[in-house]
């Protein structure tokens, strides 16, 4: 059996996936399997891998016919003999300690199930800049308490960098088809049957940035399939941990702000009001809800049973509003994960 099995979907990858591959034949973890499930390509992926197969052994082909990054996952899940599972893309790159590294970091950390690591951005920092500070977001969520504040906001992990124990695939399931990011929903899933997550604190992963991701080119990815799918495991919490006779508002009253917190109302959660700095809204009504400023929120006692402070979901999505949010709500006393969430 094998220490580690890396799963990595293949789809029409003929010119990076021997560079993806060669970095896993580099690790210094050498007691690895490499499934690479080719996911029905038309290119010369196919002939790639079976070449460089044929010269290691411990690299396995499977051949499936086109599915989908969520066929193609789970085929690779289901042939995995080892307990331990690697996730691998075929157009990045693992560094040289990345296996050995998340393997002893799980080993010396039983009570956590993924794994993940500090990633390099692999494309223009300047050419795609809003993808640049979205890895530098990623690296930021090291601890499983920041992973778990920050979850509702973005995936807290870049995906094919993460490793995590086979076991809790066969004890919740693996991933899921659906009109959602099957990562993300993955890491939501789980986090809501607490499991721990957190990263080796080192980078050993590099995540390219091609024009072909998916995340650029399929709508599963677009920024409302996030809301839609992180409203439904939001509105699970809320039910599970909030007292149901506290308020909740929403920080944010402009149309898009409103519109992704109406995903909420599709599971039961109902705004008692929203923030909003713009005076030009605050002490109106939108949609029957109304709109207050940041200086009439109460000040918390302290108490997660306090039922007269509001919780507060930070939904506004412009750059820098986020820390700004944050920023203001402790300073009126307000605890990240007691009294508010971030979730955009």
Request: proline content about 6%.
């Amino acid at each position: 059996m094998p220490l580690v099995s890396v799963v990595m979907p293949v789809h029409n990858a003929a010119a990076t996936v021997a560079r993806a591959v060669a970095s896993i034949q580099g690790q210094t973890l050498t007691d690895w399997e490499l499934l690479a499930v080719d996911d029905g390509s038309t290119d010369a992926s196919q002939e790639i891998l079976f070449a460089l197969a044929a010269s290691d052994p411990r690299i396995r082909v499977l051949n499936i016919a086109r599915s989908g990054i969520v066929g193609a996952l789970n085929a690779g899940l289901t042939a995995a003999a080892s307990p331990l599972v690697a996730r691998m893309d075929a157009d990045d790159e693992s560094h040289a300690a990345r296996l050995m590294e998340q393997m002893k970091f799980l080993k010396d950390n039983p009570d956590l199930g993924v794994a993940g690591c500090l990633v390099e951005f692999g494309g223009d920092r300047r050419a795609s800049a809003g993808y640049a500070l979205h890895v530098d977001w990623v690296n930021s969520l090291v601890t499983p308490e920041q992973i778990m504040l920050n979850r509702f906001v973005e995936a807290p992990f870049a995906h094919p960098s993460a490793m995590f124990r086979r076991g809790l695939v066969e004890e919740h399931g693996g991933y899921r088809d659906g009109d959602f990011p099957e990562d993300y929903e993955l890491w939501l899933r789980w986090l809501d049957l607490d499991v721990r997550m957190a990263k080796v604190p080192l980078p050993l992963f590099t995540w390219h940035d091609p024009p072909g991701r998916l995340s650029r080119t399929d709508a599963r990815y677009d920024p409302e399939a996030f809301f839609r799918l992180k409203a439904r495991w939001l509105a699970e919490w809320l039910k599970r941990e909030l007292n149901p006779a506290r308020p909740v508002f929403v920080w944010g009253a402009g149309r898009p702000t409103r519109q992704r917190a109406t995903h909420l109302a599709a599971h039961g959660v109902t705004l008692a009001g929203y923030i909003d700095v713009d005076a030009k809204k605050t002490g109106k009504q939108v949609g029957g809800v109304p709109v207050i400023a940041p200086a009439a929120l109460p000040v918390p006692s302290g108490a997660a049973t306090d039922v007269s402070a509001p919780f507060v979901l930070g939904y506004v999505a412009s750059r820098g509003a986020r820390d700004l949010i944050r920023a203001e709500l402790q300073r009126r006393g307000y605890a990240e994960g007691r009294d508010f969430l971030m979730c955009a």
